[in-house]
């Protein structure tokens, strides 16, 4: 975002009375709101051209391979003011990794996931551990002189059944083969 001269100077009034507290002069308020309205308006604007450029590259990632060129500017773009790569957008990319924009792009999306991956897991961790348990984790490492496969307990026989096992014949009893009908001849009594 970028401020106008008359813009830095409402703000730089603004910063020194918060820093200084004094009476403002009623020009100096209004000034103040508008260039509020102004920084409020200037985001909505932002959030609508992200939206924008969201449904755009979801367009043209439907219609890969023939928007090769331009899902993979769109994507860059997007990357570039701050987007986390989807699952869809990785899948797109390592269909078309032949490409070497497609696979260069597939290498910088999947440091971005993971990086997102890994701040939205700390965010949940932090936010259902609570304050007392911020410390740090250690990572488990395997030690020299482990269980091996001498040491593990024997698994124990199963103790002998009650009942005996059926025989399959006695489960599903064998299928009586149908009676061909009797000869024509037979059939006419007369």
């Given at each position: 975002m970028a401020f106008s001269a008359d813009?830095?100077?409402?703000?730089?009034?603004?910063?020194?009375?918060?820093?200084h507290p004094a009476p403002l002069q009623d020009e100096d308020v209004q000034d103040a709101l508008r260039l509020a309205e102004s920084v409020d308006e200037a985001v909505r604007e932002a959030g609508r051209l992200r939206a924008f450029l969201l449904d755009d590259l979801v367009r043209y990632r439907e219609a890969l391979p023939g928007s090769l060129s331009g899902?993979?500017?769109l994507l860059r773009d997007a990357l570039a003011a701050g987007y986390d790569p989807a699952a869809d957008d990785l899948a797109a990319l390592r269909a078309?990794?032949?490409?070497p924009a497609?696979?260069?792009?597939?290498?910088?999306?999947?440091?971005?996931?993971?990086?997102?991956?890994?701040?939205?897991?700390?965010?949940?961790s932090q936010a259902t551990a609570g304050p007392a348990a911020v410390t740090a984790r250690v990572r488990?490492?395997?030690?020299?002189?482990?269980?091996?496969?001498?040491?593990?307990?024997?698994?124990?026989p199963p103790a002998p059944a009650e009942r005996?096992?059926?025989?399959?014949?006695?489960?599903?009893?064998?299928?009586?083969?149908?009676?061909?009908?009797?000869p024509p001849e037979e059939r006419v009594a007369g």
């Open positions: 813009e830095l100077r409402v703000l730089r009034r603004a910063l020194a009375v918060a820093l899902y993979l500017e078309l990794r032949r490409n497609a696979a260069a792009l597939l290498a910088r999306c999947r440091i971005l996931a993971e990086r997102s991956v890994r701040a939205r897991l700390a965010r949940v488990l490492l395997a030690l020299p002189g482990g269980r091996t496969a001498a040491d593990e307990p024997k698994p124990t005996p096992v059926p025989k399959p014949s006695e489960v599903f009893p064998p299928r009586r083969r149908p009676v061909p009908p009797p």
